[in-house]
Structure formats: C-alpha cells, structure tokens
C-alpha cells in the first residue's frame, strides 16, 4: 500500500515509493486521502507517465540489474514494442542518506538495441534525449529518494536527428 503523503513521509521517500510500486507493477491503493495530502504529494500520486509504467499492458514485473554505491537499478520492459524489441522503464532508488551520482552505460543495463532510445525523465518532465547502448547515463538520485525514466525504442527506420546528446539528469526535489 503507498504512503505517500502519511506523516513522516519525505518528498524523497514518496518518489521512492512511487518509483518501485510502478516499476514492480503493484496495485496502485493508497493509504491517504488525496483531497487532504499537500499538493505536492498529490502530484506525485497523480503523475500520469509514471502509473502509465505501473499499468503498462505487458504486465511486467522490472527486476534488480546492478547496485552501485547504495544506488539500485531496475529495468521493466514496456511497451511499444517493435518486432521483438522492448522499451522499457528504469528506476534508481537510493537507500543513502546523502544524494549519489551514479552512471550507468544503457547496454549494462540491458538496453542494447542499436536504433537507441528516447529516454525521459519522468520526475524531472525533462525533454527525452536519444542515447545508444554506449552511451552514459549520469543520474543524481537524491538521498532515500529514486530517479525514473522511460526509455521508448525508437521506430524501425524512424528518423530523430543526428545531435550528440548527453546529459546530467537531477531529480526536481532539492537536497
């Protein structure tokens, strides 16, 4: 059951939550009462992109790939999917009480489709930048807090554009 928005629920620890409940696929009950949360909580609850990853219709459950000092990644296979080649989701949850850089190269994490990838940062409601299977994914993931990302297959033969993109993702929470 999510506890966002109870007493003694930090901004971070909601993330959290909301992170690893949509990408383990768990049923979305709540233990609060939207109408009387703060509205920042609210939003979490109610950000459409991330529960769209919770109630994906592959149905999936995301599992643990790595964990890098004290940062969890998990990857949940999406849709679209093209032939026999996923999307998929990534979630990074940090059980330190202090904010953790960590990078990640997509083909560790098994994202190894050449055509690559839009990746989103579904916390941050950045633009998506296109990234390869070689390329770096620099997170900042706040302390007892979690980062989360869409990472849509790009298209057979689906033209996006030739910018080098990299990137240093941050969560919108300070810390």
Known sequence: MLVVGNPGITINMAIAQMTVWSIWSAPLIMSNDLRTIGSEFRNILLNREVIAIDQDPMGRMG??????????????PITPVY??????????????????????KLKNLGLDNQRGYL?????????PMQLYPDHVLRIIVPPTGAAMFRAELIKPNQYVGKK????????RVPF
């Open 83 to 104: 032939d026999r080649d996923t999307s998929f989701a990534l979630g990074f949850l940090n059980r330190n009480i202090k904010a953790n850089e960590v990078e990640f």
């Open 63 to 76: 599992r643990l790939v790595a964990n890098v000092s004290g940062v969890s990644a998990y990857v949940k």
């Open 164 to 171: 080098r993109m990299s990137g240093l993702f941050t969560n």
């Open 119 to 127: 990746v989103k940062d579904l916390w941050n409601n950045s633009p």
